[in-house]
């Protein structure tokens, strides 16, 4: 555990979002729980030079594969492609639906390995960090805005053919999505929410990203978001995630809301839910230039375009 918290240390120096790789205890801790299972690569004096790790949540059908880091002195000998191989043969062994990674955008060596490993990006994760969360060793094109993530994903089991609700303007980008994921699409037309009261939760972590979830969608949608708007900008959230299942008849009128209220589109996360596949939109407090994100994939890219142009019409109407 030392050894690993010297390889990030000399990465990252004490600016990496995920604390517990510091700390031995509560490192190894989740790894007795099964809610860490780390991969690490060693030099030939056994010190530790890489690491990448499975994180999920207990009974969670996902996990996320992060907390990836190789020493400069190491990089271009395709560690973290090797470590990421075999974490997906243990995935499998596990039965999990899938893996999920959020890369970031300040630089692509994460992101080219999604690629390899057959992970489209799914979201983009606008402003979800502060500024100062990045490798110490590499420059910073978005110097001077909050940190941004791709979402990534690869199903490990054949995926069911998916029903979506979703607004007319988003069905090409989420059909399109769901077509490099290998799901079969059936977009239904927008109906009544089925329930009268929304079901919701929200939640802001230490690095001011906020997150609101729907787990169903009632008529009161616009006045709960608006709710949970306020909530969030008091306990200094500085971004906002929205999320709400992508096959719930009330989705039109929440995303309709949503606009209305600053939001725009974000993505897609598959699986996130026990409901199934999540419709992301997001919310931004500060400017942020989206030209400045590293991307490597044309996919991504077109997706970036397309997220930015939400951002502006959505914008326009406050």
């Not at 057959?118 to 001077?144: C, F, Q």
């Not at 994921?181 to 919701?200: I, M, Q, Y």
Request: charged share 25%; hydrophobic share 40%.
């Amino acid at each position: 555990s030392a050894a690993i918290a010297r390889c990030f240390l000399a990465v990252y120096g004490h600016n990496y979002v995920h604390r517990e790789v510091f700390s031995p205890h509560r490192y190894w801790r989740k790894v007795e729980r099964g809610e860490l299972i780390p991969m690490v690569s060693r030099d030939a004096g056994g010190e530790v030079i890489g690491h990448v790790a499975l994180e999920r949540e207990p009974g969670a059908k996902v996990a996320e594969r992060g907390e990836a880091v190789v020493l400069p002195s190491y990089r271009g000998r395709h560690l973290l492609e090797r470590m990421t191989e075999r974490l997906t043969d243990e995935a499998v062994r596990l039965g999990l639906v899938g893996i999920y990674a959020e890369p970031v955008t300040t630089h692509t060596f994460s992101q080219r390995n999604d690629e390899r490993a057959g992970m489209p990006t799914t979201a983009i994760l606008l402003g979800a960090a502060p500024e100062t969360l990045h490798s110490k060793d590499l420059p910073v094109p978005t110097a001077g805005q909050r940190q941004s993530f791709l979402l990534t994903f690869r199903f490990l089991q054949p995926s069911p053919a998916c029903e979506i609700v979703a607004p007319q303007e988003y069905r090409d980008v989420i059909s399109a999505t769901y077509d490099r994921l290998g799901v079969a699409v059936s977009p239904r037309d927008a109906r009544t929410p089925k329930e009268t009261r929304s079901t919701t939760s929200i939640a802001v972590n230490d690095g001011g990203y906020g997150r609101v979830r729907f787990e169903t969608i009632g008529s009161n949608a616009a006045v709960e978001l608006a709710q949970a708007i306020s909530d969030l900008d008091s306990l200094g959230a500085r971004a906002v995630q929205l999320s709400a299942p992508i096959g719930d008849p009330g989705l039109p009128l929440l995303a309709e809301s949503a606009r209305a209220l600053g939001f725009f589109f974000c993505g897609l996360a598959p699986a996130f839910s026990e409901a199934g596949d999540l419709l992301l939109m997001q919310r931004l407090s500060e400017t942020l230039d989206i030209d400045a994100l590293q991307l490597f994939t044309d996919q991504t890219k077109e997706l970036a375009a397309f997220i930015e142009r939400d951002r502006r019409s959505a914008t326009s109407r406050r």
